[in-house]
């Protein structure tokens, strides 16, 4: 994207050309983004990751298979606690992960992806997480320890936002057609970036934990938004050129 496509974006959310310029510097310094030529830019190297590992909620639902009343754990306790950045990185990918603590240092999930725990472990390293941090298959846990791993995620929680975000999208849906194009865009993102937030940090909990039609019945219709959307979107590009 050159710069100018970017002020303009800015313009729909009421960003000053100033502050998107400066934003793009600071992108820039933190090698989340490549200055290609004068003005125009694309994703760093860790941009490239970080994007690569959000985009994964368009086919992520195929990863997961049955459980079979494993966990994948991870000790955090070789972490640098006062690398705050590390920490951040650490609790980001940890949460995109669906990893809970349930004591101290020491995260789990269901072992329900169809690559097992080789499959937390490299998507962890990819997000930052440091190598030393072990990761493992954890069976055979206690009854007191196995029912607070049960309870670790607000279960209730999740299904009510499934619930509440195929009804926002279906709403936004019929709204689109009313809108004009800048609008449509403005719109079209803030949906849209409500929904993916929601699936790129959804925990992936597997039957009976949770009600897996219902999240794959909410993933369904993000897809189908997110396909409008860059219809959308694209438009706005081209014809703001």
């Known amino acids: 994207m050159d710069a100018a496509s970017a002020v303009r974006v800015g313009a729909l959310f009421g960003i000053t050309e100033n502050n998107m310029r400066v934003t793009l510097t600071r992108l ?13 830019y694309t994703l ?4 490239q ?3 690569k590992e959000v985009g994964t ?5 195929q990863q997961v ?8 754990g991870v000790l955090t306790h070789t972490q640098a606690k006062r690398d ?4 951040r990185v650490t609790a980001r990918a940890l949460k995109m992960l669906g990893m809970q603590a349930i004591t101290n240092d020491f995260y789990l999930r269901p072992n329900n992806f169809s690559a ?3 499959y937390v472990r490299t998507h962890l390293h ?5 190598i030393s941090a072990p990761v493992f298959k954890v069976a055979q846990l206690d009854s007191d320890m196995e029912d607070k791993a049960r309870n670790l995620w607000p279960v209730e929680e999740l299904e009510a936002h499934y619930q509440q975000g195929i009804l926002d999208i279906e709403q936004a849906l019929d709204r689109l057609p009313e809108l004009s194009l800048e609008d449509a865009a403005k719109e079209s993102y803030l949906v849209g970036d409500s929904a993916l937030q929601q699936l790129v940090f959804d925990p992936l909990l597997p039957a009976p934990l949770i009600n897996e039609s219902l999240r794959q019945a909410f993933r369904a219709k993000v897809q189908e938004y997110d396909q409008i959307g860059e219809r959308i979107w694209l438009q706005f590009l081209h014809e703001s050129r």
């Open 57 to 61: 909620w368009r086919s992520v639902e």
């Open 65 to 72: 298979g049955p459980w079979q009343g494993e966990w994948v």
């Open 44 to 47: 760093g190297q860790q941009g």
């Open 28 to 40: 820039q310094a933190a090698k989340l983004l490549n200055l290609i030529d004068r003005g125009f």
């Open 84 to 87: 705050r950045k590390a920490q």
């Open 49 to 51: 990751t970080l994007a």
């Open 126 to 130: 990819s997000l930052g997480v440091d």
């Open 116 to 118: 097992g725990v080789d």
